[in-house]
């Protein structure tokens, strides 16, 4: 995560790069060379500064098996410790190819807690070892909070 403090909240800042590669450390011809363009935008620090709990029905950094054509399904559950001032908005996944996200859904009884089923059918072409990882995602604010990511190796 880069971390950058401007100095006015509302404001945006264009940052333009130039990355280079050489061959040696000594060398002065370069190999490329690419430009990089990215936009900055400078926010208020948020009233609250604790990140949403993602958890999942299975241990992080652990091993599953899931059979070729069987649904294998995944619960994970979002804690919200910021109540009304903040709204998780989806679960980002980072995953094997045809992963069925379910809807995100708000409890009802306390509006702090959401859920989402993940649904993986495994192919013949997808055996062997597969990387999932999930992240909460906070969209109300004007920008991404993400948390501590929930990872699971197939």
Do not use: H
């Not at 597969?130 to 197939?154: G, H, P």
Request: aromatic share 10%.
């Amino acid at each position: 995560m880069l971390t950058i403090t401007g100095p006015t909240a509302g404001a945006y800042y264009l940052v333009a790069l130039q990355v280079e590669d050489f061959i040696s450390n000594t060398s002065t011809s370069r190999l490329s060379s690419v430009p990089i363009q990215f936009l900055i935008y400078v926010y208020n620090a948020p009233a609250c500064s604790l990140k949403p709990l993602l958890i999942a029905n299975f241990e992080a950094g652990g091993c599953l098996g899931a059979q070729v054509g069987q649904s294998f399904t995944m619960e994970f559950v979002v804690i919200n410790q910021c109540g009304s001032g903040r709204t998780i908005t989806d679960i980002g996944t980072l995953s094997f190819p045809i992963v069925l996200k379910g809807a995100l859904i708000q409890n009802t009884t306390n509006t702090t807690i959401y859920t989402m089923k993940i649904t993986w059918v495994p192919t013949v072409n997808e055996v062997g070892s597969q990387v999932f990882c999930a992240v909460a995602i906070d969209r109300s604010i004007k920008f991404v909070v993400e948390i501590n990511f929930q990872c699971i190796i197939f």
